[in-house]
């Protein structure tokens, strides 16, 4: 048998459910969007925009997404002076921190072309 929540709040005392009424509204608070945190920060999206190197409209862009990158995520909140950690949750253990999502993708595949070039460069050496 399922018991609702309006059910559960419902049978405890009245004090109890303001405090968890207003801590609710705290944590929903605590909930911002990109937008929201750019302007926490007191940026504009053209300076934002300075600082990724980007067109003021796509800062724009990715505080309308709802679907983004990781790396693009990352890469925001840096900007805006944060860092971006990921967290997993489950109900049986404790919250899990994932490493190595969006972790300077950019950097990454910068590092693969310079080793591929340094090896081509290598090769062309010897046969010469």
Do not use: C, H, W
Not at 98 to 127: D, M
């Amino acid at each position: 048998m399922t018991i609702s929540l309006e059910a559960i709040l419902q049978s405890l005392p009245e004090e109890r459910r303001r405090r968890i009424e207003k801590r609710a509204a705290e944590l929903i608070a605590e909930e911002l969007n990109l937008r929201e945190l750019r302007r926490l920060r007191r940026l504009t999206q053209a300076k934002l925009s300075k600082k990724l190197k980007i067109g003021q409209e796509g800062v724009s862009r990715i505080e309308k997404r709802t679907d983004l990158y990781l790396s693009t995520l990352r890469t925001y909140v840096e900007g805006v002076g944060g860092k971006l950690s990921l967290i997993v949750e489950f109900p049986d253990r404790a919250p899990v921190v994932l490493a190595g999502f969006g972790e300077n993708e950019g950097e990454t595949k910068a590092k693969k072309r310079a080793r591929i070039s340094a090896k081509s460069r290598a090769g062309t050496r010897r046969a010469a």
